[in-house]
């Protein structure tokens, strides 16, 4: 059922970790890829993996920032003038900001952090729905958190920013559903990507791989989430195998987020 033959899928963030992946995953399946991100030395990575693993994939790359929603606006017209259509977008770039307490959480970081992961994910959806409505079809991954559902502490600007994603998926989600249209959310819990290591660098400093062992001890599957885990559930979630969950929160995260 997982078939993605002739399917477009845009990718934000698509220049590392779980987009990357993601992307891996989808062009395994045959599917054509617009790669979004504000990297270039990220995008070029991606599409050599890729490649290396998928030689006959078709791969776009456009270096944007999404908080800019020109750019946001040119990315979706890209890939319409490139592909004709858009199957599948996750809308996935995001930062995880500076860790501090509220009082001391400054307002620049907090604007900065809402910008990218609540701004640059509402701008996508806007352009990507209103092809996708004209079309009468296409699914949206959003990525949300296990912080996105839960408290996590330390993280004002990213646990407003990912409960405002999950609040973004279920009000679009019941809005589009009639025209054919699924929107989701993933909430990954610790996953081993580049923001991840940064995260424990800010804990933890050199002591970063001690303090990553602690901190998955609690987990009820004792590690980290591997990118391709979480690249698969996205393949899925895209596919025409997913067509009715719809509005829904996904957790990804070895069953942390129901934990006692
Ligand atoms: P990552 O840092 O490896 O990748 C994020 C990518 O987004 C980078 O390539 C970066 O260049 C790009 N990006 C950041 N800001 C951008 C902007 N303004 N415009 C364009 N591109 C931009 O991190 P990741 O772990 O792959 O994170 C991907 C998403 O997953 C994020 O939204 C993150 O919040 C979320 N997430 C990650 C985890 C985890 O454990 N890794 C857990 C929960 C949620």
């Known amino acids: ?20 992946a993601a992307a891996m995953s989808i062009a395994k399946q045959g599917g054509k890829l617009v790669l979004v991100d504000m990297s270039k ?16 994939a078709q791969i776009e ?18 890939t319409i003038r490139k ?4 199957d599948g977008f996750f809308n996935n770039a995001g930062i995880e900001g500076k860790q501090n307490l509220t009082e001391e959480y400054g307002s620049d970081e907090f604007e900065k952090v809402i910008n990218v992961n609540l701004n640059g994910v509402f701008y996508g959806m806007k352009y990507v729905l209103k092809v996708m409505k004209e079309q009468g079809y296409g699914s949206i991954v959003n990525t949300a958190s296990v912080g996105g559902i839960r ?5 004002s600007g990213y646990a407003a920013s990912k409960h405002g994603v999950v ?61 391709e885990e979480v690249g698969n559930l996205v393949a899925f979630l895209l596919s025409d195998a997913a067509k009715f969950i719809n509005a829904s929160v996904i ?9 006692y």
């Open 61 to 78: 790359t456009v270096e944007v920032n999404v908080t800019n929603e020109e750019d946001v606006k040119n990315y979706v017209d890209f």
């Open 167 to 227: 609040g973004l998926t279920r009000n679009s989600g019941i809005e589009y559903g009639e025209f054919g249209i699924s929107i989701n959310a993933i909430a990954p819990g610790a996953i081993m990507t580049p923001m991840v290591e940064g995260s424990l660098k800010q804990m933890a400093g050199d002591n970063w791989e001690a303090a990553g062992k602690e901190f998955v001890s609690v987990n009820p599957m004792k590690r980290f989430g591997k990118p």
């Open 1 to 20: 059922m997982i078939d993605y033959k002739d399917k477009v899928v845009i990718i934000t963030g698509g220049g590392s970790g779980l987009g990357r």
């Open 251 to 259: 957790p990804i995260d070895g069953g942390q987020s129901y934990k």
């Open 151 to 155: 408290g996590v502490g330390n993280q």
């Open 83 to 86: 592909f004709g259509k858009i």
């Open 41 to 56: 030395d990220g995008l070029e990575e991606s599409k050599k993996e890729i490649l290396a693993a998928a030689s006959d």
